[in-house]
């Protein structure tokens, strides 16, 4: 049984997969620009259009690349039989609505998606050894 965990935010994916008791290690970088509002600050009445207009297709451009960010991640795990995704922020779980409206097949394997701070390489490795080991306990 291929297990899989995903560590997300904006800038990097860390996915750990385990398998026949061995475990492999992925990072993938993300291409999401982060943008900062230039311009005028204000409410919507009060901000020049062109803000406003601009600040839209900013968004646009972030949700494409975000789905591209997504859809590069999906490739690596598309095979797996167990996902858990964690996070900080909120890309986890964009992440698995994007699983939930387009890659069905995958979304039907979590097992869980639950938010955590920052973490370092290493302690991804052990969280999702230590998830998929009270799993297969319980």
């Keep these: ?8 935010d904006m800038d990097k994916a860390l996915i750990v997969t385990i ?3 061995k475990d492999s290690f992925i990072t993938i970088t993300s291409d999401v620009e982060h943008f900062h509002q ?6 919507r ?8 207009i601009k600040e839209s297709s900013i968004l646009e451009r972030k949700q494409q690349q975000l789905k591209a960010y997504f ?3 999906v490739s690596y795990i598309k095979d797996t039989d167990a996902l858990v995704i964690i996070g900080p922020a909120q890309t986890y779980k964009r992440f698995k609505s994007e699983l939930d409206e387009n890659y069905n ?3 039907k394997k979590i097992k ?9 390489d290493n302690q991804v490795k052990a969280w999702v050894k230590e998830f998929f080991k009270e799993k297969s306990n319980t």
């Design 19 to 21: 398998e026949n008791n």
């Design 112 to 120: 869980a998606v639950k938010k955590v701070d920052s973490m370092t």
């Design 71 to 73: 859809k590069e991640i």
């Design 38 to 43: 230039q311009g005028s600050f204000g409410n």
């Design 45 to 52: 009445i009060t901000r020049n259009p062109l803000d406003i």
């Design 1 to 8: 049984m291929k297990k899989t965990g995903i560590w997300l």
């Design 105 to 107: 097949t995958i979304s």
